[in-house]
């Protein structure tokens, strides 16, 4: 299950992280507006309800949430999509999943879980901008399922069809929104064309 986002805008805003050249706050800000897209197309598969409101005319049948929206970035490059998805989704919680990749195995390593209380109508929002190997992914989902939920999504900027078909045999019951898919990965497990390490580009260690 899988959403691959379209449109003219988001593809420019591709285009400018993609480029080598563009500098750490112009990748931060595009990258932002990318966030936008992805946090308002994921928010169409979370649960609702229909309620009652009360305009000024009439009273009228309304779509609203149902239950509890909880984003879970993954450290530290999911941290670049957090607040565009709380623009959209204000009155979210927000866990925190660290790990990071033994350059060699290309195997997550967990140093780090933190996550706010949930009950059986939590919604996770997994944030992990590159979707490579599906190492990283996989491996948060696992842990989310350890803990009451009624859905897990999982937002991710760049996805190579490897990380892909990981998701779709590991937790076929995920579905992933994406803003682009590329080729291929290369052999140190990065997307190709993609966008290089985007936490180094986000944050300036690069």
Request: net charge negative; aromatic share 4%.
């Given at each position: 299950?899988?959403?691959?986002l379209e449109?003219?805008a ?5 285009a ?13 800000n ?11 197309e994921?928010?169409k598969?979370?649960p ?12 009228t049948?309304?779509?609203v949430?149902?239950?509890?929206v ?7 490059a999911?941290l ?10 204000p009155?979210?919680r927000?866990g925190?999943e660290?790990?990071r990749?033994?350059?060699?195995t ?6 780090y879980r ?19 190997t599906?190492?990283s992914l996989?491996?948060?989902i ?27 045999k590991?937790h076929?019951?995920?579905?992933i ?13 990065y997307?190709?064309?993609g966008?290089?390490?985007?936490g ?6 690069v």
């Amino acid at each position: 299950m899988i959403t691959v986002l379209e449109g003219a805008a988001l593809s420019t805003e591709i285009a400018l992280i993609r480029d080598a050249t563009t500098g750490m706050a112009e990748f931060r800000n595009a990258v932002f507006r990318i966030g936008l897209h992805l946090a308002a197309e994921t928010s169409k598969h979370l649960p609702t309800q229909t309620i009652s409101v009360n305009t000024p005319l009439e009273t009228t049948q309304q779509r609203v949430l149902s239950g509890d929206v909880n984003l879970v970035p993954v450290l530290r490059a999911g941290l670049g999509l957090l607040d565009p998805f709380l623009q959209i989704l204000p009155s979210a919680r927000v866990g925190f999943e660290g790990l990071r990749r033994d350059e060699e195995t290309l195997q997550p390593i967990e140093y780090y879980r933190k996550m706010p209380p949930t009950t059986a109508a939590s919604t996770f929002i997994v944030i992990d901008p590159m979707l490579a190997t599906g190492g990283s992914l996989a491996a948060t989902i696992t842990h989310l399922k350890e803990h009451a939920h009624t859905k897990i999504l999982a937002a991710c900027l760049i996805a190579a069809p490897e990380g892909i078909a990981r998701i779709e045999k590991e937790h076929s019951d995920v579905h992933i929104v994406v803003a682009a898919v590329d080729r291929e990965l290369n052999s140190n497990g990065y997307i190709l064309p993609g966008l290089g390490d985007a936490g180094d580009r986000l944050f300036g260690t690069v």
